[in-house]
T-cell receptor, first 117, second 108 residues
Framework: SAVISQKPSRDICQRGTSLTIQCQVDSQVTMMFWYRQQPGQSLTLIATANQGSEATYESGFVIDKFPISRPNLTFSTLTVSNMSPEDSSIYLC??????????????FGPGTRLTVL | GIQVEQSPPDLILQEGANSTLRCNFSDSVNNLQWFHQNPWGQLINLFYIPSGTKQNGRLSATTVATERYSLLYISSSQTTDSGVYFCAVTTGANNLFFGTGTRLTVIP
């Protein structure tokens, strides 16, 4: 298994503000990802967090809205910028640690439940 | 991109009943995982099962990769089994694509 911590666990924010979510994982040789889960929906990948370089974003997500950092192998942040009520979601950090020579099973943090008023 | 459809979308069971959840995917996959999202939002890994059959207590799963589907069996259901069950797959890329989910409610 994997140990993934996220903070904050939840927050209520005003529109127009920004929130930074932190994620800490226990494995150094791992891939890290950020997902969004809108109310009542499935999970959607926002981006892959790359250590020491710009994140790789999925279609529909842009760096200006969701800047991501990964300053070292075990830590990443996701910022939700200039928030609107449509950003109210659960944001989940995920890691896929390498086992031997391959990356197989993926694990998820406890999530950050964001409400934007 | 790949489509991952789950059925049924909603399921209500009496405690003690058995159920089968299905996951169909539209293209070849490298990996497949089943998750349980509890009422607090936590995603719990159930199975990593790109092919074959695995069992863990009251749960078991089977993936037939050549026919592009996977099944999750829950036996003797308990109220703590309630939540949303997701299957998720990996194709050539390394990230998971999630299915539409099955919401399970087990009533006492």
């Amino acid at each position: 298994s994997a140990v993934i911590s996220q903070k904050p666990s939840r927050d209520i924010c005003q529109r127009g503000t920004s929130l930074t979510i932190q994620c800490q994982v226990d494995s150094q040789v791992t891939m890290m990802f950020w997902y969004r889960q809108q109310p009542g929906q499935s999970l959607t990948l926002i981006a892959t967090a790359n250590q020491g370089s710009e994140a790789t974003y999925e279609s529909g997500f842009v760096i200006d809205k969701f800047p991501i950092s990964r300053p070292n192998l075990t830590f990443s942040t996701l910022t939700v910028s200039n928030m609107s009520p449509e950003d109210s979601s659960i944001y989940l950090c995920s890691e896929k640690p390498r086992r031997g020579m391959v990356y197989n099973e993926q694990f998820f943090g406890p999530g950050t439940r964001l409400t934007v008023l | 991109g790949i489509q991952v459809e789950q059925s049924p979308p909603d399921l209500i069971l009496q405690e003690g009943a058995n159920s089968t959840l299905r996951c169909n995917f539209s293209d070849s996959v490298n990996n497949l995982q089943w998750f349980h999202q509890n009422p607090w939002g936590q995603l719990i890994n159930l199975f990593y099962i790109p092919s074959g059959t695995k069992q863990n207590g009251r749960l078991s799963a089977t993936t037939v990769a050549t026919e592009r589907y996977s099944l999750l069996y829950i036996s003797s259901s308990q109220t703590t089994d309630s939540g949303v069950y997701f299957c998720a797959v990996t194709t050539g890329a390394n990230n998971l694509f999630f299915g539409t989910g099955t919401r399970l409610t087990v009533i006492p």
